[in-house]
């Protein structure tokens, strides 16, 4: 089956640098999407991309839709330590179920003040 | 407006038994979605419902069914409940289909499920 690629898996940063992850894929697809996760809570979705070469601002959040349709990107600028949690990243497949996201494993972000 | 909603939030259950999980979507959603989240990984798709119809599946065994009811509600259910069903069970809503959005699901919060 698909399966995302999501790097890195953890990173310790301090607070005011920028963050950058990525997600590669070994299908295409036509929608991909960056999910924030809070221990004990579900996921909220931060941005949605649905064009390949988009590129979507939200916030200190940038994220982009690689050419290939089989990757994409999430920046983080000047990191807040309420920026700790867990990121995913979300493919969706034309033809397939609307409801049938594939995620990562996620990235684990720590912020020291 | 209220987001989606899940009961129960936590319940623990033992092997062999059965549970039900319940999920209200955000109000005009029609698409009603299931995922099993096991620690340190991420959500992983069980079903879609859309209008009272499943409209996909994931790669789970027979144990597990849903059903969404005419207010779009859904309930997930999971019979002869195994050690490796433990996990965190979320819904996510969204518009559903002929929506140029409709791959943005809007999750709840889960009902954890600790199987003894």
């Known amino acids: 089956g698909q399966q995302l690629n999501q790097s890195p898996q953890s990173m310790f940063i301090q607070e005011g640098e920028d963050v950058s992850m990525n997600c590669t894929s070994s299908?295409?697809?036509?929608?991909w999407l960056w999910y924030k996760q809070d221990p004990g809570e579900g996921p909220v979705l931060l941005i949605a991309?649905?064009?390949?070469?988009e590129l979507t601002s939200n916030g200190r959040l940038t994220a982009q839709f690689g050419i290939t349709r089989k990757d994409s990107f999430l920046n983080i600028s000047a990191s807040i330590p309420s920026d700790v949690g867990i990121y995913f990243c979300?493919?969706?497949?034309?033809?397939?179920?609307?409801?049938?996201?594939?995620f990562g494993k996620g990235t684990k972000l720590s912020v020291k003040p | 407006d209220a987001g989606v909603t899940q009961s129960p939030t936590h319940l623990i259950k033992t092997r062999g038994q059965q549970v039900t999980l319940r999920c209200s979507p955000i109000?005009?959603?029609?698409?009603v979605s299931w995922y099993q989240q096991v620690l340190g990984q991420g959500p992983q798709f069980i079903f879609q419902?859309?209008?009272?119809?499943?409209?996909g599946r994931g790669n789970f065994p027979d144990r597990f069914s849903a059903r969404q009811f005419p207010n779009y509600s859904s309930e997930l259910n999971v019979n002869a409940l195994l050690l490796g069903d433990s996990a965190l069970y979320l819904c996510?809503?969204?518009?559903?289909?002929?929506?140029?959005?409709?791959?943005?699901?809007?999750f709840g919060e889960g009902s954890r499920l600790t199987v003894l």
């Open positions: 109000s005009g959603h029609k698409s």
């Open positions: 979300a493919g969706q497949n034309y033809g397939g179920s609307q409801g049938n996201l594939i």
């Open positions: 991309l649905y064009k390949a070469g």
């Open positions: 419902y859309y209008e009272k119809e499943e409209r």
């Open positions: 299908s295409i697809f036509n929608t």
């Open positions: 996510a809503s969204s518009l559903g289909r002929g929506f140029s959005n409709t791959g943005e699901l809007f």
